[in-house]
């Protein structure tokens, strides 16, 4: 199982999950790393406003085409 997965599973949108991790990930202290798990993860107000960057959409974005439900 990868992190998607869980993401998905605990409601959370897998690219803004994944873009929230890895950029509080390098200041976390290591004892708060468990809040950055899929059951225990917060969004900030930055992490859900990754779509009004344009380069965020789907058809432009390759990294967000990858995490698109399979039609």
Same mark, same amino acid.
């Given at each position: ?13 897998p690219y803004a999950y994944l873009k929230g991790v ?10 708060a790393i468990v809040e950055l798990l899929p059951h ?5 107000? #930055?992490?859900?406003?990754?779509? =009004?960057?344009?380069? *965020? %959409?789907?058809? #432009?974005?390759?990294?967000?085409? =990858?995490?698109?439900? *399979? %039609?």
């Amino acid at each position: 199982m990868t992190l998607i997965q869980p993401a998905k599973l605990n409601g959370h949108d897998p690219y803004a999950y994944l873009k929230g991790v890895l950029t509080r990930l390098p200041t976390q202290k290591n004892t708060a790393i468990v809040e950055l798990l899929p059951h225990n993860w917060k969004p900030t107000i #930055s992490d859900k406003v990754w779509w =009004l960057d344009a380069d *965020a %959409t789907p058809s #432009s974005n390759p990294a967000r085409q =990858l995490l698109q439900p *399979a %039609t």
